[in-house]
């Protein structure tokens, strides 16, 4: 080959290889432009930003379950609160002025203690321009006594007993008419057939109570009172045996009641066998004191509480005898098995009248208790007592009669104390001899003065199938 040709082919290569060296200059400054990172990341390589460290926070502990809340309900029960013309005078301050509230100023504490308080008014509510005030035989009484009922802490009473009818139809109407006025709740005397057939349903703390009100009879009126007889409630058919039981009257009252499905019902009747222990006491002669616990009256008197109970009644809470009888719980099975507990107060005898013939001015304050977890079944969880006595002189009223109801325990402590100023000494003897009668009806055995309290518990009980089971606990201590 020339050397001509061989420069040429050099040449060619020269600039081939200058070629692709500026080519490939070129094409990198393009790139670095287009990239600056990669530039950068070239001239300084920076470290990637640290992972934090993950935070594992604890699970919160679930909350506890509320506490359940435990609703209370104190229901008070009294017997006979009567009116005779001896405490008319008593209460006198004026001509045709009357003021009762002197008889109840040291007992009102128990009474308003309770969150619900109910007794018997034995006697009619009159106008003065209707009715002259009255005692026994036919009671009629100024609007006063219940003003002082309101004050001492009742908050019902019931008026279907032997003396609804004392002041005839007008009486019942005032009656009510009177208690309405003051404020006093009231059941067992009625207006129309639709009261008369409607159950009367209380509410306290959130407890639901039907309250029955019945009486044996109201003292051979009926002849006179035939087109009103659906103002009361009559138990029994016949007035002198008291042998044929109203079984329909009964099982009807208490049907219409637990139809509305109250946490319990109470009956509150009127019948039993007046006196009823106060036979062979000097003084005290009844002339149907002849009788014994064989007697048809008693039987139908017991068998009367049994079918209460028995056809769903919870408690039987009686007045009329006068005289204070034991108090039990009754255990009642049904024909699922299951077990309803009962409560029966065979008679609470006298809250405050001017009856004197021992142990008619004895008695005592009845509690029960009640209780309910949250929404749960409401249950009867206890009872207890108060001993009462009605005193009958108090020298700081200047002569005049004294029925002011006394609370026997607190009585005593402060006479104890040295506080016996307003009582006599045979006062004092007979406060312990309430004390004594009282806690050993009730409490099946006297309590000793050491062991004295301003409250005792009921904890006798028997079942359904044992009652009424005769005769009752023995003899009664003021036998």
Known sequence: M????????????????????????LLFEADSEAHPVLAAVQEEPQLPEPVPEPVYEPEPEPEPPPEPVLHTARLAFVGDIMCHIEQLNAARIAPGEYDFHYAFRYIAPYLRSADFTIGNLETTLVHPHE????????????????????????????????HSFDAFAAGVRSTIEILDDVGLGHT?????????????????????????????????????????????????????????????????????????EPDFII???????????????????????????????????MRTFHFMLEEGADIVMNHHPHTLLPAEFVY???????????????????????????????????YLDFERLDDGPAQLVG???????????????????????IPVTEALRRIDAGY??????????????????????????PVAPEYMDYEYPITRSRMFEEFPGLPLWGTLPWY
């Open 2 to 25: 020339s050397r001509k040709k061989i420069a040429i082919s050099i040449s060619a290569i020269v600039v081939s290889i200058t070629l692709i060296t500026v080519g490939i200059f």
């Open 420 to 445: 016996a100023e307003s009582f006599r000494s045979q006062d004092i003897d007979r406060l312990r001899v309430v004390h004594n009668d009282v806690t050993h009806m009730l409490s099946g055995e």
């Open 267 to 301: 009956m509150l009747p009127h019948i039993g066998i007046e006196y009823y222990g106060t036979m062979r006491r000097r003084g005290a002669g009844h002339r149907w004191d002849f009788f014994d616990q064989r007697d048809s009256r008693w039987v139908n008197w």
């Open 332 to 366: 009642i099975t049904d024909e699922n098995g299951d077990v309803r507990r009962g409560f029966i107060a065979h008679s609470m005898a006298n809250f405050v009248s001017a009856q004197r013939t021992q142990p008619r001015e004895a008695s005592a304050v009845f």
């Open 188 to 260: 067992g005397t009625f207006l129309t057939y639709e009261c008369r057939y409607t159950p009367t349903i209380v509410e306290v703390n959130g407890f639901t109570f039907a309250l029955i009100s019945m009486t044996m009879h109201v003292n051979s009126l009926e002849s006179h009172m035939y087109n009103h007889m659906y103002m009361v409630k009559i138990v029994y058919h016949d007035l002198v045996e008291q042998a044929t039981i109203d079984y329909d009257l009964i099982r009807d009252s208490i049907a219409r009641a637990r139809a509305l």
């Open 131 to 162: 009715f002259r005030y009255a005692g026994w035989p036919l009671f009629r009484s100024p609007r006063t006594l219940a003003e002082a009922l309101l004050y001492a802490g009742f908050d019902y009473v019931t008026t279907g007993n032997n």
């Open 383 to 405: 009872a207890s007592y108060t001993p009462i006595w009605v005193r009958q002189h108090d020298p700081t009223r200047q002569g005049r009669q004294d029925f002011t109801v």
